[in-house]
Every structure is written in C-alpha cells, then in structure tokens.
C-alpha cells in the first residue's frame, strides 16, 4: 500500500470503526465474482461500454471498474472514507487470486469528500495513471498493487 503526503494527513485525522460493516450495496458488489472477459477484469452488474476490448484493456477497466463510493453508501460523508478502504481490501483481495498484476486507486476529494475507487490489470505498453501516489497533487490517495 501507498499512500501520498495529503492522505498520511487525511488518516492521521481520520478515526476508523471496522466494526461497521460496509453498506449493503457496497458489500453486494465486492463480494460478487469478478468479470473476466477476454483477458479483462471487471466488477459485475457495471455498465460496459460499445467498444472493443482490444483497443486498451487497462483504460477501459480502469474506466468501467470506477465506484462512487457515496454513491453506494448509505452512510454519510464523514464514513465513505473508512467504507472505501473497505470495498479496497475485499476487492483487492479477489483481485490478488487472479495471480496478475494489478492496481487499485482510492482518492478523496478534499473539498467536497467525495471518495472513489477504480482498479486495473497493470499491463505492458498500458500505462494508466502514475505508480507514484505523490504525483497526484490535488486528491488523497491510497494505492494498492503494482
């Protein structure tokens, strides 16, 4: 796990009761089995673009498996953080079994709160997005993976 400079502050500040279980909506989702569809992996039941896979596997999972965590919660803001490291361990745990590599991205706005998750295979000539958590400037991120 990684972790940039405004998240270290954001967590320091945060305090988390794992007791709570996730929302049903979010537990629904990263308990059901993950999609795989030529060579790609995806969360279920997320609406899936006209184009071909074979165009970029990575930016297409990195855009289809994106979760508004609010937007499946039914808490309040203040919990969507602790609810968004949660939804990454299960999720990151399922992906860990397929035995590729992989990264797992959870940013928080830090004007408005609003927390989200996205992951992708992490494939050669496929970048997406920085490997380094600092590079991001305006979110708090957590990272997971490769």
Known sequence: MR?????RDRLAQTAFAPEKPLSPRLADLCSAALVLLDGAVFLPKRPMPDVPLSLDKTGLEAWVNK???GDLSDRGPEDWLME???FCTFVGLRLEALGRPYRLILSRDPDSG????RFFIVRPGEPWGSKNPDDYILEEVIQ???
């Open 3 to 7: 972790v940039n400079a405004k998240m």
């Open 67 to 69: 979760v508004q965590i």
């Open 84 to 86: 968004g490291v949660q």
């Open 114 to 117: 609003d927390v989200s998750v």
């Open 144 to 146: 997971w993976g490769e």
